[in-house]
Antibody, heavy 116, light 107 residues
Framework: QVQLDQSGAEVKKSGASVQIACKAS????????LHWVRQAPGQGLEWMGW????????DYAQTFKGRITMTRDMSTNTVYMDLSGLKSDDTARYFC?????????WGQGTMVTVSS | DIQMTQSPSTLSAYVGDRVTISCRAS??????LAWYQQKPGRAPQVLIY???TLKSGVPSRFSGSGSGTEFTLSISSLQPDDFAIYYC??????????FGQGTKLEI
């Protein structure tokens, strides 16, 4: 079945970088944009950006420009999200999501905890 | 950037009630509006897209309406499984895929 599987939880120090993986299966990887969305504890959903797996083109929310990078590996149907310069308020669960008629499939989420 | 504002932030209701959640866009969004349900510890799930199209498999007690800047999500007869947080989202944008702040539906 169609699914997105994300890498495991991360604990990072302030100032460090984190990379989260999102592996797609059950559909043609290159055909649909993949997005990243985060959710701080007890808070709402925040869109971070998208990647076009076919071309590698990206678009990032203004909030994250300069410290976010999204890439993809066509050989493993995996997208990656790198976030640098981590701060305590980057502590959140990070989701990848496929865009087909809105965000129809979501990964399970990856918890990132940033400590000082 | 387009802003999405939901109301109310919290809604208390009983099983069997009909409830409505509102979502307002800061400018017209041409019906590129989706509704999601999120339960604790889980990823959101899309219920409705294009303002009023029910995703396959979603119970028919859920419905969406509206156009332009004003949208609503209605649940016709609340079931115990419906108590969750609901988000609207503008999802067709060159300037971002903006979520509303969420509405917590509680018993």
């Amino acid at each position: 079945q169609v699914q997105l599987d994300q890498s495991g939880a991360e604990v990072k120090k302030s100032g460090a970088s984190v990379q989260i993986a999102c592996k797609a299966s059950g559909y043609i990887f290159k055909n649909f944009f993949l997005h990243w969305v985060r959710q701080a504890p007890g808070q709402g959903l925040e869109w971070m950006g998208w990647i076009n797996p076919e071309t590698g083109d990206t678009d990032y929310a203004q909030t994250f420009k300069g410290r976010i990078t999204m890439t993809r590996d066509m050989s493993t149907n995996t997208v990656y999200m790198d976030l640098s310069g981590l701060k305590s308020d980057d502590t959140a669960r990070y989701f990848c999501a496929r865009e087909v008629r809105a965000f129809d499939i979501w990964g399970q989420g990856t918890m990132v905890t940033v400590s000082s | 950037d387009i802003q999405m504002t939901q109301s109310p932030s919290t809604l208390s209701a009983y099983v069997g009630d009909r409830v409505t959640i509102s979502c307002r866009a800061s400018q017209s969004i041409n019906n590129w509006l989706a509704w999601y349900q999120q339960k604790p510890g889980r990823a959101p799930q899309v219920l409705i897209y294009k303002a009023s199209t029910l995703k396959s498999g979603v119970p028919s007690r859920f419905s969406g309406s509206g156009s332009g800047t004003e949208f609503t999500l209605s649940i016709s007869s609340l079931q115990p499984d419906d108590f969750a947080i609901y988000y609207c989202q503008y999802y067709k944008s060159s300037s971002g895929y903006t979520f509303g702040q969420g509405t917590k539906l509680e018993i």
